[in-house]
């Protein structure tokens, strides 16, 4: 797949001075990383898509909603109403579910901001919806009643 090594270099970089540790697959331009969070849900995946023009960050959840696919897909939706940067997606065929950030680069240089914004983004709304989705994961809670639970506790 073709990317802009450009983009990569730039991502790259600001990993490389926000101290990540992470793998490049230079063939594909794809970024592959973990993130330990604080909470019940312990830890996310990152996966940074570079392109010829733009780049997404995904942060994928460790756990399946295969089990509950509409009461995720609910949960989720309620939780990305009103996001301002990115959003959450469920996967319907395997109950994935993950965070996207995506970044615009055609005919613009990403400031230092907007790569750590694309990229810590991700990692506060696992943070701040990780009760949620565990709560609708184990069918403690409703997908409405937890996410008033989530965005409340702000």
Request: with cysteine; proline share 3%.
């Amino acid at each position: 797949m073709e990317y802009s090594m450009q983009i990569a270099k730039w991502v790259k970089q600001f990993l490389d001075e926000d101290d990540w540790h992470y793998e490049f697959n230079e063939e594909k331009g794809v970024f592959n990383f973990n993130l330990t969070l604080k909470g019940k849900l312990q830890s996310i995946r990152y996966r940074i898509l570079i392109r010829k023009y733009d780049y997404s960050v995904y942060t994928v959840c460790p756990m399946s909603a295969e089990d509950c696919l509409p009461q995720m897909a609910e949960f989720l939706c309620r939780a990305n109403y009103g996001l301002a940067n990115g959003n959450f997606e469920l996967d319907f065929r395997d109950g994935e579910i993950r965070y996207k950030c995506f970044v615009n680069c055609d005919e613009t240089v990403p400031g230092k901001e907007t790569i750590k914004d694309s990229i810590y983004v991700p990692a506060r709304m696992f943070t701040r919806y990780s009760e949620g989705i565990l709560a609708v994961l184990f069918n403690m809670k409703s997908a409405e009643q937890a996410v008033k639970d989530c965005e409340s506790a702000d």
